[in-house]
């Protein structure tokens, strides 16, 4: 949607939830991210666009970073009821989506990203990273991906080049209860609860699905990619499953924070291929324990290349001089 029309996604919470004090993750604080914020409204506004949308929270992290800011764009605050959970994302999103942001920038882990998912797919996203497990948000210069993002909603990006926007995979998950999604893994943990936010347990884990099993990650994903790298451009994901007494890998499953996980198999899954997980168990679907599953009940995982388009920042950066967007062309 080629309309100079902006969303940024901020989460408020992301970076800075308990499993800080059970490992060594960093504090992300709202002044670093109202930082992030104006840098990536900066480059945004130096691209041309004519429109960026916030929403307020009680922290007004991306208000009080763009009030005194003097942009040519437009800044308009969102306003919807808050549940201090990720269904805020959800409501911010859908609202940025109704106002006809097309292209997005978010601030948050995996959650958060999984929480825009959830509301919409069509859409070109630069997720930036500001929570604590990340694999699927980035950390590159706010200012640089402010300019992306801008070039992008100003329609100055090709939306065929596969190098510069790829629609990501997704996990889809269906329980008995209902339906739901992970960017980048679904984990069926034994003897846990529903809403445990504290790391995970390796003695607990008996799958994990990857949709990326990459081995320069942190949580789940180097537990794949330490034994059969999958990454974001591949075609497959990977299960794994772990049992005692099986040959351990030793895995940081969060920063800083290293357990030796036993690994019983591992197996390359295409897409559309239903894995199942049997209760009794906990769900976690990006870290976030949401579902169990009862004695006997089962649940499915299916893999599918349907997510967002997400936009590789430097590729398109490369793209954008090279095609002489960037520069006015030289006289001879």
């Not at 969303?7 to 109202?34: C, F, I, W």
């Not at 402010?146 to 790829?166: H, S, T």
């Not at 996980?261 to 390359?268: A, C, G, R, S, Y």
Request: aromatic share 4%; hydrophobic share 45%; glycine share 8%.
């Amino acid at each position: 949607m080629s309309n100079g029309k902006l969303g940024l996604a901020v989460n408020p919470m992301s970076g800075r939830d308990v499993r800080r004090l059970a490992a060594r993750a960093t504090n992300m604080t709202h002044e670093a991210k109202r930082d992030i914020v104006a840098r990536v409204a900066a480059g945004a506004d130096a691209m041309g666009v004519t429109d960026i949308y916030i929403t307020k929270e009680p922290f007004r992290i991306a208000s009080m970073a763009l009030e005194h800011m003097g942009l040519k764009a437009n800044v308009h605050v969102v306003e919807h009821a808050l549940a201090n959970d990720a269904s805020d994302t959800e409501a911010s999103v859908a609202l940025f989506r109704d106002a006809g942001c097309g292209t997005f920038v978010s601030l948050g882990g995996d959650g958060t990203n999984r929480a825009i998912v959830r509301t919409c797919v069509d859409i070109d996203l630069v997720p930036l990273s500001t929570g604590t497990n990340n694999v699927f948000p980035v950390l590159v210069e706010p200012t640089v991906a402010g300019m992306v993002a801008g070039l992008n909603a100003c329609g100055k990006l090709p939306d065929d080049n596969l190098d510069i926007k790829r629609r990501v995979k997704v996990l889809h998950v269906s329980t008995p209860r209902g339906r739901d999604v992970a960017l980048i893994d679904a984990v069926l943990l034994a003897n846990d609860h529903v809403g445990n936010l504290l790391p995970f347990d390796a003695e607990r884990l008996r799958q994990i699905y990857l949709s990326r099993a990459e081995p320069n990650a942190i949580g789940m994903s180097p537990i794949g990619g330490l034994l059969h790298p999958v990454y974001a451009e591949d075609d497959a994901g990977l299960l794994v499953t772990m049992e005692a007494g099986c040959p351990t890998v030793t895995a940081p499953l969060s920063p800083g924070l290293f357990k030796e996980v036993p690994i019983k198999d591992v197996q390359e899954m295409a897409f559309e291929v239903a894995v199942p997980f049997r209760g009794p168990g906990v769900i976690a679907l990006d870290g976030d324990r949401d579902h169990y599953l009862r004695e006997g009940e089962r649940a499915t995982v299916t893999l599918r290349r349907d997510g967002p388009r997400v936009i590789d920042v430097e590729a398109a950066m490369r793209w954008a001089v090279a095609a002489g967007i960037m520069a006015p062309a030289q006289q001879n």
